[in-house]
């Protein structure tokens, strides 16, 4: 279950809102010169063999011309949500032509200070403390580096003929184990968990508690996130979805605190 105001999914970052062909959304008033004033004027109406194509490629170009300042205010969300609805794009399009859409979206509104606050929505697989709140819940799996290795040497000596075909070595060898590669190998899955204090890992074999306050630094990657505690010697590595948007939301919760 979401919030009955959410605009995206916690889960998969889809947008929530009915985006059908039969939707009547409000019109949104947007003062010049917003972003959004141009997707808010009457809307163009595409037919034809190419219609849904130059439908697909004006949508985006709002959308790029709404996160051009990497901020999507509530008034440019509202715009394009009514847009695509009144434009006939449904809940199935926006996962086939625009998945590479949501992620962008949701991190431009959280950097526009609105976190998401899970209350309600969906049950926490963490113990909240008074006053936390939880703004954001992803698969994750805890990756533990894998240290591959083989014995290598060489032998020195003399070889001699004993007999036809028989030959006696004396000398000696001498081996060392040298890493060939290293690789990344999952060490538990489980949830990550982004509150107003801390990210939180609750796995199948293990829990990590990462305090927001003792954060020092994060590594962040298309598919995961790394985290450089003070208080530990070793930076945990999870990988995510994405880890653009767990880092937005953490950013964010940090922002409130300060």
Known sequence: MVAADAKFCSSCGAPVQPLSATDTAPPVE???????????????QYGGLFGNRNRDKDFRAHVERALDDDLLTVAEEDALFAWAGQQGITQKDWHKKFGDLFDRMLIASVNDGRLPDLAGSEPSPVMLKGGETAHWMVAASLMKEVVQREMRGGGSGVSFRVAKGVRFHTGAFRAKSVVVRT????????????????????????????????????????????????????????????????????????????
């Open 183 to 258: 690789s990344l190998e999952a060490a538990d899955a489980g949830v990550l968990t982004v509150t107003s204090l801390r990210t939180v890992f609750t796995g199948q074999r293990k829990t990590l508690d990462l305090p927001h306050a003792k954060l020092a630094h994060l590594n962040v990657f298309t598919d995961g996130i790394s985290f450089n505690m003070s208080n530990r010697q070793t930076a945990p590595l999870f990988k995510v979805p994405n880890g653009q948007v767990v880092a937005a939301m953490i950013n964010a919760a940090i922002q409130r605190l300060s």
């Open 30 to 44: 947007v003062s010049s010169p917003a972003p959004a004033t141009s997707i808010a004027e009457p809307r163009k």
